[in-house]
């Protein structure tokens, strides 16, 4: 007797867990600060168990750095110069610094990666990697450059965040770039 079985593992569907615990993670992060985000409290959150969480991101800082890889998403590296796009590229990672539960997160993550080099490996090769090598793609300069630049551009952008608690004004913004870019475009910042 042949016995009828389905194509789906046991358990509860998968679709949108991702979605689901991301979104968890940051409104966690977001309501109780980074250090108080427990994983349990972000399984909670996301009405999946502590377990499953553990199955696809074996730590919190392996589930922050997938979690920031999705809000931030890609860089936009469209602009008619070299000027423009080192702006619009500062502009856009204040802009998701800014977003709710992104900024803490990922000043938590990095403040938890000063002790730990596995975390740190992490940053380094499945979340700075991706980013510093579209923007030396686009920019057609030397890594050591392009990672002079984030560090400079996201140090500043989460030591403010850090400082007050709130992303950088507008006019600190482009106070910012005026500051910033000269020193990588050879010339003054874009009007």
């Not at 000043?107 to 980013?131: C, H, K, M, N, W």
């Not at 600190?172 to 050879?186: Q, S």
């Amino acid at each position: 007797m042949a016995s009828t079985t389905s194509a789906r593992p046991p358990g509860r569907p998968r679709t949108g867990l991702n979605d689901a615990v991301f979104a968890a993670t940051l409104s966690t992060v977001q309501e109780l600060g980074y250090a108080r985000a427990t994983v349990e409290r972000i399984a909670a959150a996301a009405g999946v168990a502590k377990s499953t969480v553990y199955r696809r991101w074996p730590s919190k800082g392996e589930l922050i750095v997938d979690c920031l890889l999705d809000a931030l998403g890609p860089v936009p590296l469209e602009a008619p110069d070299r000027a423009a796009l080192m702006s619009s590229t500062i502009r856009w990672i204040a802009g998701k610094i800014g977003e709710p539960g992104v900024g803490d997160a990922f000043a938590g993550v990095f403040s938890d990666a000063v002790s730990d080099p596995a975390l740190r490996e992490i940053l380094s090769t499945r979340f700075q990697d991706p980013y510093r090598q579209a923007l030396q793609d686009a920019l057609g300069e030397p890594e050591t450059r392009v990672l002079f630049f984030i560090d400079v551009v996201v140090g500043v952008l989460l030591h403010r965040m850090g400082m007050t608690g709130e992303p950088m004004s507008d006019a600190d913004l482009t106070a910012l770039i005026d500051m910033v870019l000269p020193a990588f475009t050879g010339g003054s910042a874009p009007a």
